[in-house]
Structures are given as C-alpha cells and as structure tokens.
C-alpha cells in the first residue's frame, strides 16, 4: 500500500468514526439520561484512545521505549493544546466551572503521578499496577459522583437531543447505538493505525529521532480521533462531549496506556522527556484548566492562544 493510499485510507476512517461515535453516543446519552459529560469523560474518551495503547504495546516489545513516552506525552501535549482549539475555533467551549475544576484538578495530579513515576529513569510493572488502579478509581468516580452542576445543565440537553434524535430517525434500539459506538471505535482505531504507519514512513525520510517522532507524528497521529471527535461535537453544538473527550481521554493516556504498557514490559524514559518534555505536559494541563476557569468558555481567541502554544512547542522540539 503506497503511503498516499495508507493516509488517505486513515483519514477516511477518522472522519467516519467520529461522526458516528458523536452521533450515537449522544444519542446513547439522551436515552439512558445520562449527562453527556460523562459519556465524553468514559466511552468517547477511553475508546478514542484505543489507537495510543495499540501502538504503545507495540513499540514497547519492540524496543522503541522513546515512541511508547512521546506518544503518551505528544498526545496530551496535542489533546489540550490542538484538539481544544479546534473545538474553540469551530464553537465557543462552554466551561461548567465545577466539573472542570475537579475533572482538572484530577488530571493535574494524574500528570504529576505519571511525572513522578518516570523521574527515576524507567516505569516499572509494579508502577504500571499504580497507574492501572488509579485509572479505576477515577472511572468509578466518573460514574457514581458526575457533578451536580453538569447534571442540572445537561437535563434541558439530554430532552433536546433526544428530540433531535426523534427528529432525524435516529430510533434505533439500544443494541444498535452500542453496535454503531463499537464500529465507529474501530474506525477510529484502524484509521489511526493506517495514518500513523504512513506517517511515520513518511518522517523516516527525514532522519528524524524516535522520541521527536514520538512527540510529533505518531502523537498527532493518535490524537487525531480525538481532533476529529471534538471537531464533529463542536460543529454539532455538544460542547460538553468535546471537552469531556479531551480531559478523560488525556487521563486515560497518563494512567490506562502507561499503566497496560509498563505490565507488558518495564519503559525506559530518556533525558529529553524528564528534562523537558513532562513539565511542558504539567505546565500545559494546569495551564488549560486555569484559562477554563478563568474564562467560563474557551471561545475563538481562546483557541487561537492554544494554537499558538502547540505551534511554538512543536518548534521548539527543532
């Protein structure tokens, strides 16, 4: 397969998947009146990031230890920074203070965990263990505790979608929302998959190390079903789904990937990214949620900001 064919293919998914995931699992939502947040925050977040734990087990029992941590980094670095100015630049982000401040706080201390736990050199099984059962505390959290704010602003939302749903036929059973949630995940990872492989090829070209193609390419690559998730929620209006995505998904990166990764087998962690690469993650996370709260929306210019900070990072990298 030529490498025009291996992108296009995986962009083609990409696009699929993430229409149909939103589609569904709003539609998911509004039928089980559940709050749209906390579907963003588990069944869109950890599936659109079914791609990261693919291609980290990979690397991982191939060697290639600076892929496993730069897709993991690069990816959050990408999922705060790119995948919410996307969503702020196609429609205003709205922010529910409470919810943000707490599902922040949470991956603010998840990143400085996973910072801690690679300061010595290398995340051992037993480190991995940590990071696996902090991931499901936070998921059992995510279910039995939603915000109480995010709950009273979502009823008015949960009726209207359901509406629109009846509106546009989408009066499927429950057995087909979960079908069409499950495909559109396997879209989103295969197209992952394809587009990464071509990239990567592509950027081989160019001699470029393991760990900048960790950060940038692979990183951007994984993250893409998240870009294209949060761009289809946002150009759909659910705004709580987008951000919802960014912030479970970028947990379940730091705890669920790390952690299922570093059980296969132990991951070395280079200079660069203890160096640098981690505070630049923390200052971006703590970063972002200030800016949430402090602006009660993340609308154009918002998202212009966090462009302009991912680009400069990307340069940065040389």
Known sequence: MTLALLLLSGITLLLLGGHYLVRHAVELA??????????????????????????????????HDDIVIGNIIGSNIANLLLVLAVSALIFPVRVVRRTVGREGAILTGATVLFGWLCWNGQVSPVEGGVLLASLGAYTAFAFLAPSKAAAGQAEEEIAAMAGAAAGHGLRGSLMVNILAIALSLAALAGGSQLFVDGAVRLSLLFGVSEAVIGLTVVAVGTAAPEIVTAAAAAWNRHTDVAIGNVIGSSIFNLLGIAGATALVSPIDVGAQFIETDIGILLAASAGVVVLALALGRLGRRAGLLLLTAYAAYILQLG
Do not use: D, Q
């Open 30 to 63: 509004a039928k089980l009146n559940v709050p749209p947040l906390v579907i963003g925050l588990t069944i869109v977040a950890f599936g659109t990031s079914a791609p990261e734990l693919v291609i980290s087990v990979g690397a991982v029992l191939t060697g």
